[in-house]
């Protein structure tokens, strides 16, 4: 990119073990003024890096982005990033998709690609719901492991109803909290541990 259209570049990874160089790069090559980064998912609406890179936009300026789904995946926060864009009077810039929306065939484009990467991400979802609800119909018990057995259970019963130790005791036996051990009381054990 020419000119002396001042460019702001915009990079993110969703977690915090990835890393922007990739994009950095590619956003300095484009000549960005200054370059902003976050490491957050993009169905969050909430992010520092893209905020600072927002307000440090202005009359005719650029916020330029890797690819449009650095900037989201969810068609409104995308739409309404472009739309406050607009109203500065400044547009958005995707170096992978090669459009701007400054543009109508950019404007038109980055609705497109917003739309694409919306519909990605609820097909995931779907995915991931689906996969989990398979995995339990074969058993696989989901979450996090518990902190007692159905065995530790039936004997921490039998402990404290004979009398023979007090809850904290038997929480401290198990390396539990007091709280930790009642909870798991309340599930049911199966009659062949109980016993």
């Known amino acids: 990119m020419t000119g002396t259209t001042r460019l702001v570049g915009y990079a993110r990874v969703s977690t915090a073990d990835q890393n922007t160089d990739l994009q950095i790069n590619a956003l300095r090559g484009a ?3 200054a370059i902003f980064e976050d490491k957050i998912t993009g169905i969050a609406h909430a992010r520092e890096g893209l905020d600072l890179a927002l307000a440090s936009i202005g009359q005719g ?27 500065r009077g400044a547009s958005l810039v995707s170096l992978t998709e090669n459009f701007d929306t400054s543009t109508e065939a950019g404007e038109i484009y980055s609705t497109i690609l917003a739309l694409f990467a919306h519909v990605e ?3 995931i979802s779907q995915r991931t719901r689906a996969g989990l609800r398979a ?17 530790q259970i039936a ?9 023979d130790m007090k809850a904290e005791a038997v929480a401290e036996r198990y ?8 909870r798991n009381l309340k599930r049911q054990v199966p009659a062949r541990l109980a016993a």
């Open 31 to 33: 000549g960005c003024a």
């Open 61 to 87: 300026e650029k916020l330029v982005v890797w690819k449009l789904d650095r900037l989201g995946r969810s068609i409104p926060h995308v739409m309404t990033v472009i739309a406050d864009l607009e109203k």
């Open 121 to 123: 991400r609820r097909m």
């Open 135 to 151: 995995a339990k119909e074969r058993g696989v018990v989901l979450g996090r492991r518990r902190k007692l057995s159905p065995s």
């Open 155 to 163: 004997e921490a019963r039998n402990l404290m109803a004979s009398g």
């Open 175 to 182: 390396g539990v909290a007091r709280a930790t051990l009642f």
